[in-house]
């Protein structure tokens, strides 16, 4: 990004880059259909301003996953509940709702939702190798964390009529349903 120091007007001004990002996303369902001139028109900016805030619309889309990813693996780091390391990242999808719902009903969210993916099971995997150790504890957490995001991602392309915590509480179930032949319960 090139806006080192944001002032009250530059964090107006990305803000309103980001929303409109987002809405032109959900309107045309692919990346590559999203122009910067479209985007600047839209929100009444130049595009020098655009380009002072950002180097490309991919940049835009980056800052979305990192900015997301980066509140979870915070959130996250001391977690060693399952249950409650599931109900964390239900709540931030269910508080990013609107958002995600634009940017993931795109053919392209699916790099977003493989960070995800990586980010969940490395940290099942943690959590359940301190106390569990057995040879095929990464792929039955990896079956697991694949299908669950899955279902995210139906959630959010509205392909299926469950809403975030019918998915959350399916997840629980799911994951003693799966585990419990291991006695993880």
Same mark, same amino acid.
């Given at each position: 990004?090139?806006?080192?120091?944001?002032?009250?007007?530059?964090?107006?001004?990305?803000?309103?880059?980001?929303?409109?990002?987002?809405?032109?996303?959900?309107?045309?369902?692919?990346?590559?259909?999203?122009?910067?001139?479209?985007?600047?028109?839209?929100?009444?900016?130049?595009?020098?301003?655009?380009?002072?805030?950002?180097?490309?619309?991919?940049?835009?889309?980056?800052?979305?996953?990192?900015?997301?990813?980066?509140?979870?693996?915070? @959130?996250?780091?001391?977690?060693?509940? /399952?249950? *409650? +390391?599931?109900?964390? =990242?239900?709540?931030? &999808?269910? %508080?990013? #709702?609107?958002?995600?719902?634009?940017?993931?009903?795109?053919?392209?969210?699916?790099?977003?939702?493989?960070?995800?993916?990586?980010?969940?099971?490395?940290?099942?995997?943690?959590?359940?190798?301190?106390?569990?150790?057995?040879?095929?504890?990464?792929?039955?957490?990896?079956?697991?964390? @694949?299908?669950?995001?899955?279902?995210? /991602?139906? *959630? +959010?392309?509205?392909? =299926?009529?469950?809403? &975030?915590? %019918?998915? #959350?509480?399916?997840?629980?179930?799911?994951?003693?349903?799966?585990?419990?032949?291991?006695?993880?319960?």
């Amino acid at each position: 990004m090139k806006v080192k120091c944001l002032n009250n007007s530059s964090k107006k001004t990305k803000e309103m880059i980001r929303k409109e990002f987002a809405n032109l996303l959900a309107e045309k369902k692919e990346f590559n259909k999203v122009t910067v001139t479209e985007l600047v028109k839209n929100i009444g900016i130049t595009r020098g301003s655009f380009y002072s805030h950002y180097d490309s619309l991919d940049e835009v889309a980056k800052e979305f996953q990192n900015e997301a990813l980066d509140v979870l693996r915070e @959130d996250i780091n001391s977690i060693s509940d /399952i249950e *409650y +390391f599931l109900d964390k =990242i239900n709540l931030f &999808l269910k %508080e990013n #709702n609107n958002l995600y719902s634009s940017v993931l009903k795109t053919n392209d969210a699916m790099i977003f939702m493989e960070r995800l993916n990586k980010l969940a099971n490395a940290k099942l995997v943690e959590i359940l190798s301190s106390k569990y150790t057995y040879k095929n504890l990464a792929l039955d957490v990896s079956v697991f964390v @694949d299908g669950i995001v899955n279902l995210y /991602i139906k *959630y +959010f392309r509205g392909e =299926i009529d469950f809403n &975030l915590d %019918e998915i #959350n509480d399916y997840s629980k179930k799911l994951f003693k349903t799966i585990f419990k032949a291991k006695d993880l319960s």
